[in-house]
């Protein structure tokens, strides 16, 4: 096998990683840092969790990013986003993952981050070698 294939094999494990990070990302309210259940889209163009971007513009009544000034009139559903959230999460709920700790999953021995009781923890998939 040569240095060029090599390469190769050993990037599409990160390209698969970065893509499904990217895809989380994108169902995530960037505000409320929770799965949309209903975005909407703002006049700057921006998507967030309807009571997220409610609650900002009456505190705030700008835009989170730019600081432009925005009102709650023109908010409009984003549909594309919601189906993608909806398939997301049947497709989770119809699969029975079950997955066990030191088994299939290992994480790091400190959280990287902790508020309120709950702990972010470095994570990875245990591979079996053959």
């Known amino acids: ?25 994108a169902l995530i309210c960037p505000s409320s840092l929770q799965l949309f259940g209903d975005p909407v889209l703002t006049e700057d163009d921006h998507i967030y969790e309807r ?3 409610t609650e900002w513009i009456h505190l705030n009544g700008t835009s989170l990013p730019t600081r432009q000034p925005l009102s709650i009139d023109p908010l409009r559903p984003n549909l594309t986003i919601k189906k993608v959230v909806d398939d997301f999460e049947n497709n989770i709920q119809s699969k029975n993952h079950k997955f066990k700790m030191v088994i299939d999953i290992r994480r ?23």
């Open 1 to 25: 096998m040569s240095t060029a294939e090599v390469s190769t094999i050993e990037l599409i494990p990160n390209c698969v990683e970065i893509m499904l990070s990217s895809l989380e990302t």
């Open 51 to 53: 009571t997220a971007i």
């Open 108 to 130: 790091d021995k400190r959280a990287l981050f902790q508020i309120f009781g709950k702990r972010i923890y470095k994570a990875e998939w245990i591979t079996q070698e053959q």
